[in-house]
């Protein structure tokens, strides 16, 4: 099993950066792909970042492409997504999720296995 923690959250005018990261316990953290998704209020979750297990392939949403980059280090647990020049419509409650398929679509949450508590981002106009 694996518990996922995101912390990295917090308010930032636009056009400003945050660094959230997605700290996982258990020893075969290394074999999991790991996603990051988004849930602002009113609104459906959707995909932000995928990374696989070796690190080797990324995946982005279109709207952040440019902007975030999704990383990890096995060493340390850790992904972390880095975002920059963020927008208002960036804002909403982040969460980073843990998958062991490595087939599928990487955008679909029914197909991560566990999921942290989520970091809110609020981006200020």
């Known amino acids: 099993q694996v518990q996922l923690v995101e912390s990295g959250g917090g308010l930032v005018q636009a056009g400003g950066s945050l660094r959230l990261s997605c700290a996982a316990s258990?020893?075969?953290?290394?074999?999991?792909?790991i996603g990051w998704f988004r849930q602002a209020p009113g609104k459906e979750r959707e995909f932000v970042a995928a990374i696989s297990w070796s690190g080797g392939s990324k995946y982005y949403r279109d709207s952040v492409k440019g902007r975030f980059t999704i990383s990890r280090d096995n060493a340390k647990n850790t992904v972390y997504l880095q975002m920059n020049g963020l927008k208002p419509e960036d804002t909403a409650v982040y969460y980073c999720?843990?998958?062991?398929?490595?087939?599928?679509?990487?955008?679909?949450?029914?197909?991560?296995?566990?999921w942290g508590q989520g970091t809110q981002v609020t981006v200020s106009s």
């Open positions: 258990g020893r075969t953290f290394s074999s999991y792909a």
């Open positions: 999720a843990a998958r062991s398929r490595m087939t599928g679509s990487w955008n679909l949450g029914n197909e991560y296995d566990y």
